[in-house]
């Protein structure tokens, strides 16, 4: 049998994994078949108890930005992952403390302890979550070496425009050739630019919920891309750990305000993405609202229809392009989506409504916006560019009540 510790990486056989889950779901496991790219092609078996003493046989992650809310999903999620395990966790602030002293829901995670970036050691990283400020994360991106998978979560590498970064994030690019390679990690649009990617721009909260639902109809030109209304909510866990005045209890508890009227720094990158869909210029009106509760998204989103164009077809349409996904679900009929029926999931749930006013439809999205989101799209973008099951470590059910 090859030498699996000497592997640069292992592609692991969707087939025999699938097969490996179920295993442990039901019975003792038996074996896996691994595919050694490197020594050779031939498939290898190996005992799945091998498999499981032989740490290194996991690909090794680092968390950048450990200590904050999108990183320590992260570590959630990874927790019971298969074959990836963490190596190297960052924070700033927090560098030098254990995960345990910062989220002692994560004490019992076997985990090394945060380190300054500059002083990370990424020889022993195959794969990186970046879970920083944008703005601080191109500088440490660039930095980083070229053999490393790289999930960036913040914004800095999302617009393809250049000019478009820097009028909405008042700050230069400081990457700019890195924003060419890098691939917009719209899972659902985008899988097969995903998994032959180095470096992804997980996107945005807000634009996940809005471009699940629109893109596809407007690549079936089933909706007018004119006069499009987008009112989203978030959860406060959307502004990060940092301390904030306006993220106070007492200034979230028992009311709802909007923020970002008219200059979101969201708009672009919506408006990028179904600008693409359409194939000509899209522009949008897009108002958030801060929700006193800690994570959840939602968007509600009113639509001209195309002439001769009904809720019946962008029904049918969502219906049949969503399908096959294990994470975006149309609803049945009627059936208003909440934000608590996908808390802590990488679901998205969707319904679409008969506006009262002839020839309008109103859509409803739901996400968490730490999961499906942030971090769980991540994630599932991180297993496609590695080779496994897209699925992996995502199938836990959302927290209900
Ligand atoms: N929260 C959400 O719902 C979503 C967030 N995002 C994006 O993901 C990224 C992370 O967000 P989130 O986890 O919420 O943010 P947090 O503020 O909760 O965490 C930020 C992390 O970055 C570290 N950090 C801060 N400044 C620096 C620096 N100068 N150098 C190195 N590390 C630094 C912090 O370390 P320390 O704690 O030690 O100071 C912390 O670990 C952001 O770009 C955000 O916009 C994207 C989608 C959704
Ligand atoms: C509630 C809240 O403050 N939400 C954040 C969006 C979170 C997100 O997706 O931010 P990035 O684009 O930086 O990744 C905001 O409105 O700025």
């Known amino acids: 049998m090859a030498s699996l510790s000497s592997l640069n990486s292992i592609c692991i056989d969707p087939a025999c994994f699938i097969k ?18 490197v020594a050779s092609s031939a498939p290898q078996s190996v005992q799945f108890e091998d498999f499981k003493a032989r740490k290194f046989e996991k690909f090794r992650i680092g968390v950048l930005g450990a200590s904050g809310y999108t990183g320590s999903e992260i570590i959630r999620l990874l927790a019971n992952h298969p074959n990836f395990r963490i190596t190297l966790m960052t924070a700033d602030r927090k560098a030098g403390q254990s995960i345990g002293s910062v989220f002692p829901h994560l004490v019992k995670q076997d985990l090394p302890d945060m380190v300054a970036v500059k002083d990370a050691d990424f020889s022993n990283v195959d794969a990186v979550f970046c879970c920083l400020p944008h703005g601080t994360t191109q500088e440490i991106i660039k930095g980083l070496p070229s053999s490393l998978k790289i999930v960036d979560l913040s914004a800095d590498f999302r617009l393809q425009d250049i000019g478009e970064y820097e009028e909405w994030y008042g700050q230069p690019h400081k990457a700019q050739e890195l924003q060419k390679e890098a691939v917009y990690g719209l899972t659902e649009i985008s899988r097969d630019e995903i998994q032959g990617a180095r470096l992804i721009a997980n996107p945005g909260c807000y634009p996940t919920s809005i471009q699940l639902p629109l893109i596809p109809l407007i690549k079936a030109n089933l909706i007018e891309v004119k006069n499009i209304i987008i009112d989203s909510k978030s959860g406060v866990s959307g502004a990060g750990r940092g301390a904030k005045e306006a993220n106070l209890y007492t200034e979230i508890a028992e009311g709802i305000h909007s923020y970002g009227v008219t200059r979101h720094r969201h708009v672009p990158e919506i408006e990028q993405g179904l600008s693409e869909a359409a194939k000509s210029k899209v522009t949008v009106s897009f108002t958030p609202h801060l929700m006193p509760m800690s994570r959840g998204m939602q968007s509600t989103i009113y639509v001209e229809m195309a002439p001769g164009a009904s809720t019946e077809d962008l029904y049918q349409h969502l219906s049949n392009f969503y399908e096959k996904e294990e994470f975006v679900v149309l609803l049945k009929k009627n059936e208003i989506p909440h934000t608590r029926h996908v808390r802590g999931s990488n679901y998205c749930l969707m ?18 916006n730490l999961v499906k989101g942030a971090s769980g799209q991540a994630l599932q973008n991180l297993n496609l560019m590695m080779g496994i099951p897209e699925n992996t470590g995502l199938l836990s059910v959302p927290l209900f009540p």
Do not use: H, T
């Not at 319904?351 to 968490?368: E, N």
């Open 20 to 37: 490996y889950q179920d295993d442990v779901k039901i019975s003792k496991p038996k074996k896996l078949c691994v595919r050694a790219s």
């Open 351 to 368: 319904s679409v409504f008969p506006d009262r006013i002839p020839g309008r439809a109103i859509i409803i999205s739901v996400i968490d």
